[in-house]
């Protein structure tokens, strides 16, 4: 039974303004000394959506929380974690779009044996890069992710941009049922196959997404990271000019974004400097416009009474220092096509599945609608589609032949997003995880120089379930 309740102004009780406007994180597990390990325990636990006095969900979380603990680490440092797991299901925990070794990348029967109940795993890793990132499991991962498990991993730069406040904003959305529980419908037939597992209420870090207290003047950066299963954000600030200056963690050029919005798929992270230059008192709304005559209210910036902080924005500068990511060198470049095939409306007849041709009804019985080069991938092990020369630049011509919106990632590496349709893109910022519009082509280019087999897969976590994943060697 799918939830037909539209998202927004919701159906359930909110409990009030108050606990709404607390939505900021506990503090932020670090390792007090070199050698110090952090603990993450992946346990059932419970959330109040709608703050205090509003109903509790069972949930599962990383040390029993929605969110999970942010984990704050220095640029360059070793980070250290003891995973725990006390799920009744095996686990892992994948450290997305960190460029860290194969072992460490969190990918069952791939990189390592998936964490059995009761049982422990320590990942160990120094961190490259500066910047936004998450963590999540690579088990079951519509479920556990739609449960709840996830949280915020930020490195630090050296000397990052002078701002009053750096904020993360955990956006995401749950399917929940008339009682506030977790609606079990998983990997549904109608989620596999068309926009994936869509919930029925928006949260901000953990708590229904009614407002987010604000002072006049104040220069804000915003953190936002999207750990929906599938849902895409476009998020539009009245009254208000957010500056984004890192993509997917890494620093972009700092620049508006094209017509006002911010767009965070599955996955992706964008950090933005926000200028609070609304008036005390005021209420300004922060829209969701990704879908179609089904946007709404996702929030409000909530200014308290006080004067301004300062009249004119801060003058201090914003871009980040570049993160030290090898350049692609499109001269020498060995080139790949990727073709995105399959879900409701997109013609797929057939694909390829554990060795065998399927007619696309044998397919869908078995779970599979969605496939990369007419192949639909089943587990984490599989074939490579391709051999990458390591050190050597590879270009991806991937080109989306469905219906459907899909989000991109690369595990290992980031990537430079240099064409979309054809047109240059600004900047060639580099992304983790592309979106691709139903029918758009895009071309990714980066160095393969982290040696392993990496998934490439879709971070719908319903089409990866059903399919839409492959496995590139860079040897
Ligand atoms: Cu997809």
Known sequence: MRPSKPIGRRSVLRSGLAAALGAALPLPLRQ????????????????????????QTGVWGYNGAVPGPEVRVRQGDRLRVLVENQLPQETTVHWHGLRIPHAMDGVPDLTQPAIKPGEAFRYEFQVPDAGTFWYHPHVRSSEQQGRGLYGVLVVEEPEPPAVDRDVIWVIDDWRLTEQSAISETFDHPHDLSHDGRLGNVATLNGLDSAAFAVRAGERLRLRIVNTANARIFALRFEGHRPLVIALDGQPATPHEPED???????????????????????????????????????????????????????????????????????????????????????????????????????????????????????????????????????????????????????HGHSFRLLTRNGNPVAGNPWLDTVLLAAEDRVEVAFVADNPGDWLFHCHVLEHMQAGMSAVVRVA
């Open 260 to 410: 006002g919005r911010l767009v965070v798929p599955p996955a992706g992270r964008v950090d933005v400097i926000l200028d609070m230059q609304g008036e005390p008192g005021g209420r300004y709304p922060v829209m969701d416009e990704f879908y179609p005559r089904r946007s709404y209210r996702y929030l409000d910036l909530v200014y308290d009474q006080a004067a301004p902080l300062r009249n004119s924005p801060l003058d201090a500068a914003v871009a980040l220092a570049p993160n030290p990511i090898a350049e692609p060198n499109l001269a020498e470049a060995q080139r790949h096509d990727i073709v995105l095939a399959g879900g409701a409306m997109g013609g797929m007849r057939s694909a390829i599945l554990d060795g065998q041709t399927m007619e696309i009804g044998e397919l869908a019985g078995r779970g599979k609608v969605w496939a990369l080069n007419g192949i639909a991938a089943h587990g984490h092990v599989m074939e490579p589609l391709f051999t990458f020369r390591l050190g050597r630049t590879q270009v991806l011509s991937i080109r989306n032949e469905t219906a459907f919106p899909h989000p991109m990632h690369l």
């Open 32 to 55: 007090a000394r070199a050698g110090d390990w952090l603990r993450l325990e992946p346990r059932p636990g419970t959330a109040r959506f709608f703050g205090d006095g509003g109903p």
